[in-house]
Structures are given as C-alpha cells and as structure tokens.
C-alpha cells in the first residue's frame, strides 16, 4: 500500500506539473492581452508596456513560468490582475459553494443510477428496461449547458417552482444539483443494471431463491449490496470529475463557486485565476482518481490497481 501510495503521488505531481506547463503556454498563445484589458481602450501604448513590465508579461514564456511554478511550489498561486487579490483567498472564498453543488450532484446522480438500474435489470427486455436505457444514453450524451438551460425553462420560467439563479437554500441548488446529477446518473444506471444482472444469475441468488425468500429481500438484501460495490469506487472518481465540471453549470445558474470565478477570469484574461482554478480542478481530479484506486480494492477484493 506504501508503494502504490507513493507511485500514485509521484504520477500526481508529474500529472499536475504538466497541466500547468500545458496551460501556461496556451494562455501565453492567447491573442488577447491582459495588460490591454487592465488599462483600458483609451490607454496610451506606453501605458499599456508600463503594465505589461508591472505584471512580468514582457518576459520571456520560460522566464514567466519558472517565476510561476517557484511561486507555485510556495504555496503562492499568484495574485489576480482584475481584483488585485491572492489568487488563494478568492479560491478559498468560492471553494465551499462548488463543494456543496458537487456533494448534491453526486447525491443526485447516485440515487438516480441505483434506482433506474436495478429497475431496468429486475425488468430486463421490457419496455421500462429499454426506456431506462434510452434516458440514460441521451443524459450521458446531453451538453450540461443544454440540459441546465432547459431545467431553468421548464421549473423556473415555466412553472416557477425555482429560483432563476442565486445561493443560500435548498430552493437554490435543487436545479444546479438535478442538472450534474442526471447527466452522470446514465453511467450509473448502466453499470448498476450491467453489475444487477450478473449478481442476480449468481447460485447464491438462485439458491435464495429456492429457499423461498421474497424477491424485494433478495434484491436489497443480497444483490443489491454485492452490485454497487463498483459504484461506490467509481465516486472518487466523479469528485474531480464534478470539479471541473462546475464551471458551465456554475455560470448558467449563477452559482457563486470557482466555476463562475474561472467563467469571470476568462473574460477579463486574468491569467492568475484562470491557473489556479485550472490546476484546484486538476489537483481534484487527481485526489479524486487517487481515492478510487485505493477505496477500490478494499470494497472490491476482485479489483487490483498495480
């Protein structure tokens, strides 16, 4: 376990190491200019190179980003052009909402998966099995932008049982949360449906059977438990999934997480924040990976990581 926890953390920062390589260049490759926005239109073109000598950005691309990654390894993400604060406080502030939409998605799509999975198996070759399939393709296909902007017509505009956008109540995070959740909920329903299936064609099922016990106790008792083990590795997963998934879902409904921060960056080239939410959702996704590779084995002796 030492092993496999060290290999993991090497390949995380090398992983990471790379992404911010990756994503220094192609916001240095941007044809906007961060020193332009900052100064205005009407400003002079010294004006502009004062800035632009200010903020580093009149370097060379290798000067720049070995000035960022000593920071980096600091603890130092750098400084937001836009707001002229640590690019960490405005991360730290933002951090709680994204955490608490990604909870409630991955509650949503959970919940969601199990249920139209184990129902889709009980009726395998039905229509109910062949409808749960169809919805889950098209939810696991649908752009988180289409289906949030549709969520928001029909329970918002439509039948006004939401709010628009906002934060602070169950009222607020319910179209957010539904949003992630049914998108990821297809996956679930087809690898619980996938993993239904096989537990329930198991001799100890068959022998259950013949002992005469009712089939509500065998699902829930027997089948179900032994057919989500994989889901539940498959949730530290969707945490750095969700991480970096927030952003669309964050500036259609408004959310004030680092999703709408990082939307806000984009607009203003605020190269500072744009890093650090890129490289908050990468560590996530990372953590997130790191956690179902050693979860799993425990939950699931039959799976092995190396």
Not at 144 to 170: E, R
Request: charged residues 10%; contains cysteine; positive net charge.
């Amino acid at each position: 376990m030492v092993l496999l926890l060290s290999k993991r953390l090497a390949q995380a920062a090398l992983i990471l190491l790379g992404v911010a390589a990756i994503t220094f260049v192609l916001l240095y490759a941007l044809p906007a200019d961060p020193a332009r926005m900052i100064a205005g239109r009407s400003a002079t073109a010294q004006t502009v190179a004062s800035i632009r000598h200010e903020l580093g950005l009149d370097q060379p691309l290798l000067t720049q980003f070995w000035t960022y990654l000593t920071g980096l390894l600091q603890g130092d993400l750098g400084r937001s052009y836009a707001q002229k604060t640590e690019v960490w406080t405005l991360i730290g502030a933002r951090l709680p909402a994204t955490l608490t939409l990604m909870a409630a998605g991955i509650f949503v799509e959970v919940v969601l998966g199990i249920t139209f999975g184990t129902i889709a198996a009980i009726k395998r070759g039905s229509f109910i099995d062949r409808l749960v399939m169809m919805a889950s393709f098209v939810g696991v296909s649908a752009p988180q932008f289409v289906a949030a902007l549709l969520l928001l017509y029909v329970f918002a505009v439509t039948l006004g049982w939401f709010p628009m956008s906002g934060y602070g109540s169950f009222a607020h995070i319910v179209l957010p949360a539904c949003t992630l959740g049914i998108l990821g909920a297809g996956w679930y329903a087809r690898m619980v449906r996938s993993a239904m299936i096989d537990v329930l064609n198991q001799d100890y099922v068959r022998t259950a059977r013949a002992k005469g016990l009712s089939s509500s106790r065998i699902i829930f008792r027997h089948a179900l438990p032994n057919a989500i083990l994989p889901i539940i590795a498959m949730i530290g997963i969707d945490i750095g999934q969700f991480m970096g998934g927030v952003v669309v879902v964050e500036a259609v409904y408004g959310w004030p997480g680092i999703g709408q921060l990082a939307w806000q960056a984009i607009q203003q080239v605020d190269i500072p924040i744009i890093m650090g939410v890129t490289l908050t959702s990468a560590a996530a996704i990372v953590i997130g990976n790191l956690i179902a590779d050693l979860i799993a084995p425990v939950i699931d002796p039959r799976i092995r990581t190396t």
